[in-house]
């Protein structure tokens, strides 16, 4: 296999495990935890790993003219991203979330990366955008309008678009860090610095509305998030954006709301209409399409 097949490997495991997180994510906050509690419990964890990693190896610091870049990754990818994410999913449910963030953000990566960093893409490509963008929409509507009668769903739908504007930027950014620092390192002082950056959330949430629920559900959600879809999820994204184009690596996003989707039917009981089906085949084409140079 080539290079960039492993890559696209890499980033279908992603994709997996990153499309469940919303899942696990809403079955903590049914179960009484506060979102950005879980968040927090999720990068101290992913901290203590990355922590380990530094303390053990001792990468090479970030040079100076990069710690504004660093910084900028970590607050935008950590500090205040998963405050609008975990919001949402409480306010507008896994697969509304899920749907947002992934339809919106690989358009924005493509716009972004041709203004930033000059790449282009060709016709197929625009038509997979296009393909996948109305199955996404397919699989979150079910074929039903009732989400914009619903204020809740339209406000943690919101917060999923400035989520689809902050990845966005961090994809981009962050492909610029990953030809200087290896990815797992890169990785670590955003994790470090991020962690650092949500903490004043995290104390916030408590002074407002008391000692935090730690229901045995957020627990195993720290754990899967923090091992799962940071340390590893995170490194297997910059370490996709090493080999492929910013806007190709951010396209196979468009699968992840499929994965939620199907998550969402296995562990909560949702079902899965036709409408949703026919979507989720629209948007592996259309993922398979701008994958194709």
């Known amino acids: 296999m080539t290079k960039q097949t ?5 980033l279908a495991l992603t994709i997996l495990i990153w499309g469940n997180s919303f899942v696990v994510v809403a079955i903590a906050i049914d179960d009484g935890a506060s979102p950005i509690m879980i968040a927090m419990a999720r990068f101290l964890v992913a901290s203590a790993i990355f922590g380990v990693f530094v303390l053990v190896r001792r990468p090479r610091l970030p040079a100076r003219e990069d710690l504004r870049s660093f910084a900028l990754l970590a607050f935008i990818g950590v500090g205040v991203y998963y405050f609008f994410q975990y919001y949402g999913v409480q306010l507008a449910g896994p697969a509304i979330s899920s749907i947002l963030v992934t339809l919106l953000c690989p358009i924005m990566i493509f716009g972004i990366s041709y203004l930033r960093l000059g790449e282009r893409t060709s016709s197929l490509q625009k038509v997979g955008l296009v393909v996948s963008a109305v199955g996404s929409f ?38 610029r860090l ?30 407002v509305a008391g000692p935090p629920q730690v229901p045995l559900s ?10 799962l879809c940071t340390a590893i999820g995170y490194v297997l994204w910059f370490k996709a954006l090493t080999g492929l184009t910013a806007s ?8 992840e709301p499929v994965v939620t989707v199907v998550f969402a039917w296995m562990l909560l009981g949702t079902g899965l209409g036709w409408t949703a089906a026919v ?9 398979l399409l701008v994958s194709r140079r």
Do not use: H
Not at 218 to 227: F, H, K, N, R, S
């Open 218 to 227: 957020m627990i195993l959600a720290a754990l899967y998030l923090g091992v």
């Open 248 to 255: 190709s690596t951010g396209a196979t996003l468009y699968a």
């Open 138 to 175: 397919f699989v979150i509507t079910n074929g039903s309008m009732a989400l914009v009668e619903n204020i809740a769903g339209i406000v943690g739908g919101a917060f999923g678009v400035v989520c689809a504007v902050l990845w966005a930027v961090y994809t981009v950014e962050g492909k």
């Open 279 to 287: 979507g989720g085949v629209l948007v592996l084409t259309g993922v």
């Open 178 to 207: 990953v030809r200087k620092y290896e990815p797992f390192t890169a990785t670590a002082y955003v994790s470090l610095m991020g962690t650092a950056m949500m903490a004043p959330f995290a104390v916030a949430d408590v002074v």
């Open 6 to 10: 492993y890559l696209y490997l890499f």
